[in-house]
């Protein structure tokens, strides 16, 4: 087996080998891999394959054929200047014996043709310029929930790869790699090059180059894409839906016009995931749901379908009951709602800037998007934004004990326990299964004492874990204090439109004055409850 540094930097990345393990251990780690399944045979052979060998061969090789093709040109044109010189030279022999003296004519040159030596110096060894991608490696991670939040919470999903989806399947989110960054770089550029129609008033350090060029073009022709080309943002006759693909040569062309017009509305699928990466790492309650993508479209119509029933008896003579079918299929639609974020930054800060600004602008839309999508699952007011199980109707009511003015009760908690029949909860892992409520609301069901006289607190001293009987409490700021949920988080569905828009502007008064740059993010997402009755609410809680 042949060790190389392909195949050292995968086992180092894949299976926790030691950067500096001997090649017997990197033997040994990459049979094991096969044993595993981890490693599959045709990959073993692309990673043992030496780049550097390679290289060396193609250059021999290269050098052979011109040495080659030299020879064969000067030989040529040896024949032509022989056939030019005359048929013998006379010579006069002197009498002392001494050589003869040559007189000859020197032949005239033959006129070469510089045309045709140029096209023989193009099919010399063949030389291809490295790409801008190749410098990048396209190793991919896979990503996992961390241990805790940004919140510094207890992460319910803690140490689980990283995937959106649910009951229609789940897709795994890995990680970007050298590569995937790069083009999210270029593309963040791209977008302000765009958006500013040529790239005018974009300071020096944040504008595109012949790098960013290259990389843009393997994008557009090599990697999948999600958005709409040709339109503001909607779809119409005139515009082409990008449904996480490759672009075709109708749409590379489609992608650089609008480019050139300012209103590129589609975004490599890169990029897109990055942005969800954050939600999904961080979020009380968005990993949780049942996300699924679409690629078009303002409205979602789907439809429910509910449980038919048996009727016991049945003697001889006695008709069969008739299950009536009305309400039986319902409709179940669903609006997709628009999300901006915008953020002004400083052209002074842009031009000294030495971080990735790109990768800047990301995480804080990331970040913002984390909070929207947490408050809209749970108090989406369902006109103008994904409606909310709060805000929900048909979910399973439940009084609280002592009302607004009392505190609440273990009482409280267990009737939102069993608001949620079993059937509902059956085939879920506990840690999808959640309470909802805000801080305040959390602190006063984990101060409940197990006596006046005995200060131990019923649901244990563990508060920081942020669990009660068993189920993970999600904490969102903006519930009101007397609001409270506990549900089947999957039962929740919440559309994603892929596609996200960045645009930029350092026109206007406002901007030009302050010297200022700003830069609009918009995407669409839509939600709602699948069935009330996988949902316990109280509204009358301790305000």
Not at 12 to 19: E, R
Not at 93 to 116: E, I, N, R
Not at 242 to 262: C, F, H, P, Q
Request: with cysteine; hydrophobic share 35%.
């Amino acid at each position: 087996m042949l060790v190389t540094k392909q195949l050292r930097k995968w086992l180092v990345d894949q299976c926790d080998v030691q950067a500096d393990a001997d090649d017997a251990v990197i033997k040994q780690a990459a049979a094991s891999a096969l044993v595993e399944g981890k490693l599959t045979a045709e990959k073993l052979a692309e990673l043992q394959k030496d780049p550097e060998a390679e290289e060396a061969a193609g250059f021999v090789k290269s050098m052979g054929e011109f040495m080659k093709r030299s020879d064969d040109r000067f030989a040529a044109l040896e024949a032509k200047l022989t056939a030019g010189a005359p048929a013998e030279a006379k010579a006069d022999a002197g009498t002392d014996g001494s050589d003869a003296k040559l007189k000859a004519t020197a032949p005239t040159a033959p006129a070469v043709d510089d045309k045709a030596a140029h096209s023989d110096d193009t099919q010399l060894g063949q030389v291809r310029v490295k790409g801008a991608h190749e410098n990048y490696a396209t190793t991919r991670k896979s990503m996992h929930f961390p241990d805790r939040t940004d919140k510094n919470r207890p992460h319910a999903k803690s140490g689980q790869q990283l995937a959106e989806g649910g009951t229609r399947g789940t897709r795994p989110i890995e990680g970007n790699s050298e590569l995937d960054n790069a083009i999210c770089g270029a593309y963040f550029k791209w977008s302000l090059h765009c958006g500013t129609r040529g790239g005018a008033g974009v300071p020096a350090a944040m504008r595109m180059n012949d790098h960013d060029t290259d990389l843009i073009n393997y994008a557009l022709r090599n990697c999948k894409w999600a958005g709409v080309i040709g339109g503001e943002g909607s779809e119409g006759d005139h515009t082409i839906s990008v449904k996480n693909e490759k672009l075709s040569e109708r749409g590379i062309k489609a992608v650089l016009d609008d480019a050139t017009s300012g209103g590129v509305e589609v975004a490599p699928i890169m990029f897109d995931d990055a942005i969800i990466s954050t939600p999904l790492l961080n979020g009380e309650f968005f990993p949780s749901v049942n996300v699924i993508n679409v690629t078009r479209g303002r409205r979602i119509e789907g439809g429910s379908i509910g449980n038919v029933t048996l009727t016991s008896g049945g003697a001889d003579g006695t008709a069969i009951p008739l299950f009536t079918t009305t309400g039986y299929i319902a409709a179940f639609d669903t609006t997709i709602f628009t999300v901006n974020g915008a953020i002004e930054l400083g052209l002074d800060f842009l031009s000294d800037a030495v971080p990735d600004i790109g990768a800047m602008v990301i995480g804080q839309y990331g970040q913002q998007l984390l909070t929207w999508l947490d408050n809209q699952i749970c108090n989406g007011d369902g006109t103008t934004e994904p409606e909310g199980i709060l805000v929900a109707s048909g979910t399973q009511s439940v009084g609280s004990t002592n009302g607004a003015g009392g505190p609440p009760t273990v009482g409280d908690y267990e009737g939102l326990l069993f608001g949620v029949a079993k059937e509902y909860k059956t085939g879920w892992p506990s840690n999808r299964v959640m309470f909802g409520a805000n801080e305040t609301t959390y602190q006063r069901a984990r101060s409940i004492a197990v006596g006046s006289s005995d200060q131990r607190r019923v649901f244990g001293m563990t508060h920081e874990d942020y669990m009660l009987l068993g189920h993970p409490y999600g904490i969102q700021g903006s519930i009101a204090n007397a609001r409270l949920f506990y549900g089947v988080m999957p039962r929740y569905r919440m559309y994603r439109r892929l596609g996200l828009t960045i645009k930029t502007s350092t026109e206007g008064k406002e901007l030009v004055r302050d010297n200022m740059m700003l830069i609009t993010a918009r995407a669409r997402f839509g939600g709602q409850i699948e069935d009330g009755a996988a949902f316990a609410v109280m509204t009358d809680a301790q305000s």
